[in-house]
């Protein structure tokens, strides 16, 4: 498993009955995880201090319920600056799990000697993104939502990236990548982190086990020649990590590189547990 042990201001504290007690900087919050089916005795007297509570609905969805949690706050990881503000379906704005990809990215375009282009895809409020150009990548940032789009935008601002060559665009994922192929263009890495379900603009249906493997496909067109890394992130619980391997060797296979799939964890403070949180799977050319 590949674990994002690195943070300073986020950490999960304990785990129970189907929820997570988390430490975003100031503020404590319990959120609900599909993965949390154990019991455990909530000693922790942060179970009680919560800034901010997530209630799931038997009827589905849930709300939030608030104990002096501010309507947006900042947390960092290395140079990176993040604005969260809680928002429907139990998200904040960041999936703190992805920065052991960013960690891995990271490492691979600072020692590759060249510049790099990245694209990434379904991106979000944009931590992949900043963490590609921090490293000294140009990015293209593509999101279907406008406003998330517009949140990442503000994430660069306050990590300082406001002028790095990140183009942002609000456009759907599978039709920009046809575009941009036939416009001949290319990238050296692409990042996609597609959601599990969704519908398009047009009432498009996105259903992730119909949809990935012709997308991955789609997206090694817009490889360069000398094409870097190739990431696909997954939170579809039934989509295990082999099946990561095996859709990328196959639509990669002509290119030199390897590729290696694996849960990815976030510590458990209390417990020295790892609390599942998806899964990735990585292709790297070979010499990187």
Not at 185 to 193: C, E, K, T
Not at 239 to 248: F, G, Q, R
Request: proline share 6%.
């Amino acid at each position: 498993m590949w674990i994002a042990d690195q943070w300073k201001d986020y950490e999960v504290i304990d785990c129970s009955k189907g929820e997570k007690l988390e430490r975003w900087g100031d503020y404590f919050l319990i959120r609900p995880d599909p993965q949390v089916i154990w019991e455990t005795p909530r000693s922790d007297s942060r179970w009680s201090r919560r800034s901010g509570h997530y209630h799931r609905s038997k009827k589905g969805g849930g709300e939030w319920e608030f104990f002096g949690l501010p309507r947006q706050w900042q947390i960092h990881y290395r140079n990176l600056t993040f604005n969260l503000k809680p928002f429907s379906f139990k998200h904040t704005g960041l999936f703190p799990e992805q920065a052991a990809n960013w960690d891995w990215f990271t490492e691979r375009i600072r020692n590759a000697g060249r510049p790099i282009k990245v694209l990434n895809l379904f991106a979000y409020t944009g931590g992949a993104t900043l963490a590609a150009a921090a490293a000294g990548a140009q990015v293209t940032h593509v999101d279907a939502s406008k406003g998330m789009v517009a949140w990442a935008k503000e994430n660069a601002l306050s990590s300082g990236l406001k002028d790095a060559p990140i183009r942002w665009l609000v456009d759907d994922c599978v039709k920009f990548v046809e575009r941009e192929i036939r416009r001949k263009n290319s990238y050296d890495a692409v990042i996609m982190d597609p959601p599990s379900y969704g519908r398009g603009p047009k009432g498009e249906i996105w259903k992730i086990e119909d949809m990935i493997h012709p997308l991955i496909r789609l997206c090694t067109q817009v490889l360069s020649e000398n094409p870097l890394f190739f990431l696909v992130n997954s939170y579809t619980t039934g989509l295990a990590p082999a099946v990561l391997t095996y859709m990328i060797a196959t639509e990669l296979a002509p290119l030199k590189g390897t590729v290696e799939s694996q849960e990815i964890g976030l510590p458990v403070k209390n417990t020295g547990l790892v609390l599942p949180c998806g899964a990735s799977g990585r292709w790297t050319h070979l010499g990187t």
